[in-house]
């Protein structure tokens, strides 16, 4: 029997997968729109979409968009910073590798944009390299955020789970899941 072989995108993307385990595991996971940050090829928000969710995807790369939109995943070219969205619209966001590559006033003015775009009660999961000497070993990233720094940021979100994602043993991310609008009440 032969033996199955991964493609990249499937590799590349077992962060996804993994997103959508920690979501399932703690049973909080919306029944709705999830917008997926810098959303690449479409390729981890299709595996979101096939678990029954609306995804709309964005990019700060025209090409990435082109790539999601060719495989069936809404995507539109966006800049963090600046969604131009409209507000309360999103029952999930992930923003995974994202904030790294952000100065800390840009990341000011992504969080800020999550929260308008976010429906109180929304799921935020964040992901971000978890070493700090790795993380800034990249020339690409801007910044190295801890968990108590994303907790700061993410100061009116209610904490809901922590894990760890390693693609190789040096370059491991964390994954946390945030519910927006602490504390939430059923009436919001």
Known sequence: MAAKV??????????????LERLKAIDRVPN????????????PASLISNEGFEILGFDIDVRMVAEANERGVKAQQRNICNLAYEEDVADGFICSETLEHLTYEETIMAVNEIKKVCKKGAIVC???????????????????????????????????DVSTFCKRKDRCNLVVIFKYGYPYSRTN
């Open 6 to 19: 991964k493609t990249k995108n499937q590799a590349g993307n077992r962060r996804y997968v993994h997103i």
């Open 32 to 43: 709705g729109l999830v917008i997926d940050c810098a959303c690449g090829n479409g390729y």
């Open 126 to 160: 964040i992901t971000v390299p978890e070493d700090e000497k790795a993380c800034m070993e990249s020339d690409l990233h801007k910044q190295y955020l801890s968990l108590g720094d994303l907790m700061n940021h993410f100061s009116e979100f209610k904490l809901l």
